[in-house]
């Protein structure tokens, strides 16, 4: 099984050479076929390995590092991400075989540098593919570097893959050890320990988009072609929760203090805030999704957060509950992430913007679309019985439990993570509403989006792999965690059960459960009776009439599809939230100019939001360097004897700190 | 082999009168009598790479011994006399650091050069430990030297002085290579030449010897 897998990584390897060579128009299908091929395979593999049974021992690789060969392993974690792996990777590669082929090196080795870090059994391998993934996806964001703005995106991700990297390297290098099992045997402690919790932290939580790092994601999600930032959403992102996971809740063990899991609980609730309220107030589809994938991270990371405290407080059944959210949620976000950027890629393509202001009523032209774009965003808002509900649920449940925690400081702040959580969902909920409601409903807001038609078959299937699965794990939730058991056991320890009832989900040993095809039945026996009640009270044939146009005069008769003015705006949806929230959280601005009478300027009403928590990190980076240069271009003007000296000093300097170091 | 060896209290003797003439260099004023200094340094160091060979018996070392005897002691002296005849600057004096501090700073590089070469090689034969620490001491001896003189000429002798310490330090291992030691006598002598055509530039351009004066002609737009 493990040979096979790295058998599939080659062949990653080897398409990205074939992409290279000169095929003409048949090799989009071959590169990104194949990658459909062997994401599938992953997936089946994940999954077949999850079901019967996790392959034993440690695969040896006859290469690598000049200290030994560089190992591979699957355990629990690694397959369950390698599962959301396969199948986000299948859908995006199928999607892409709809448009001309572009960044054809770039794919397979995206594909391949995360399953590389989703095996590794030892560090190096892990940053290596860590690292592989990164740059590859910084080439597939720069794909389309004409623009200046997506220049500048590319940059920002780069720096801020590169710092993630400056923060890993350093941490797994203080675990001691560079193999897995060793680690797991003589877990860091003390300073050490501390270390490495704040640098997994800070790497991670740069890579994964979590507040204060998350500048670039909002930025190089959008710029990237329609099925990268499907990947980048749906599958980076969980990659770096996947090392922040192994990471502190694996690699350090279970000896670690309870408060571990305190910054991770506050820093997930401020994404998942953020994220969520930053949802609600972007214009463009593809910011909006990105910034929604925020508030998603940071709703795994409160659960892993979770999950340190309760497993610190020798609350087993808790601890698994929280994991098995924070698992759950992970493949549940994966998987509809990926769908709703794949949504908003077919959209662009066929109503030809990502502006919501630009776009209107597709769901006449894109009924196909518009379904699985109500699929995704129904689970994003977390409706039941969809996946993003019984994650959410789970999450909740785990977070009510708080009052366990034995310490008072710790429980209010369970309870206050738990209001937070609450509200980041519900914004979500109303950013998704605004999505659907702007993009698919209501009338066209613009020639190209009047004319827009259905997508073409390999996006639909590159929809419907997602679309289906996002359902399907929404109804059998009991099912997927049963699958996720291995990786609960991983991250809580080997005796945990995951909080499975039959075929839903319970919570607090039995005492409160979720059984989605309950609530389905329950759903449709409520549609049905108010379908009949309607029915009884209405006219017997239906009758169309002028839609009321909001008490604006009739449009001019060459605006076949009304006034767009006359329709909802972004911004106007935007603007109770902005007005309630953004004051404090996002320094939203509203200005109105009103010119004298009599001056024949138009009275503006300009308003905006500037995202400090984002910027304030960078910019004070940015001044740190500026000083630092400055310093240093203080050293060219040195004489000769000076520049020899500084030299002679650092020597005798480093030749002293040997001599000390040796003293000791 | 150990102390109160023949080898050893040699290669020790030898060794230690580098030493001690790399801190003659440190404080002599004269620039003929510096020049005197290393030309005695370089046939000290032919003597104890000749003994290491012996030694050892690695006939190979002879050969080292041979082109520091030529080069060192011979050929890079004369060739530094040359060109202080040529710039008139026998009875020349340059401006050092006093003879106390400079003394203390070289002792001081001496201990620390002690500290750090003892511990490190705990294991290997006392020979060794003793030459790598003396080694290390004449390298930086030298770099203190190439400070601490405004000279050229001088700070080229500094220069000279801190490769007969890595020399020494190369033959006092048994097995070095004699590549090693060959390209670093042809380095030695193309610096020679370089340090040459500079030394004569900067007579013809500044009509100065000191290096200080370099400074405002940097080539960088202020």
Redesign the interface.
Known sequence: MLTALALGLVVLGLLALAALAPMGRLAGPVVLGGSAFLSAGFALAAGGALALGLPEGVLVLPFGPAWGGMTLALDGLSAWFLLLLGLAGLAASLFALGSPGRGLVAWPLFLGGMGLALLAADGFTLILGFELMSLASWALVALDHREAGNREAARLYLIFAAFAGVCLVPAFGLLGALDFAAIRAAPPEGWRAVAILALGLVGAGAKAGLVPLHLWLPLAHPAAPTPVSALMSGVMTKVALYVLARLLLDLCGPVQPGWWGMPLLAIGAASALLGALRANLEDDTKVALACSTIENVGLVTMALGLALLFRAADLGPMAALAAGAALLHAMAHGLFKALLFLVAGAVQHAAGSRRLDRLGGLIHAMPLTAVAALIGLGAAAALPPLSGFASEWLLLQALLGGWRLGEIGLQVAAAAALALAAMAVALAAAAMLRLFGLAFLGRPRSPRGAGAREANRFELAGMAVPAVLTVLVGLFPGLALALAAPGIRVLVGPAAMPPVVGLAIGAGEGHSAYAPLVVILLLGLALVLLWVVVRRHSPAVAERGPAWNGGFIDAPPEFVFGDPLSQPSAAGMAQPLRRMLGGTLLAAREAVTMPRPGDPRPARLEAGFEDRAALALPTRTARLRDAVAGQVERL?GL???GS??LG?AT??GL??L??WL??R | MGFGQLPYDVAHLLGGGMLLLSFMLLYQRRVAAVVSVLAAQGAVLALAAAWQGFVQGAPQLYLTALIAAVAKAGLIPLALRWMIRRLALARGVDAALGIGPSLMAGVA?VA??I??AL??TTGAQALAREDLAIALSVV?LG??M??TR?NAILQVVGLMSLENGLVLAAVGIAGMPLVVELSIAALVMLVLVVAGVVVFQMRERLDSLD??L??PHRG?PE
């Open positions: 060219r004489t000769l004897r020899l000296s002679f020597l005798v030749l002293a040997l001599a040796e003293a | 590089l620390l050069a500290m750090v511990p490190i930086l770099m203190l190439m400070i405004r290096t200080l370099l400074h960088e």
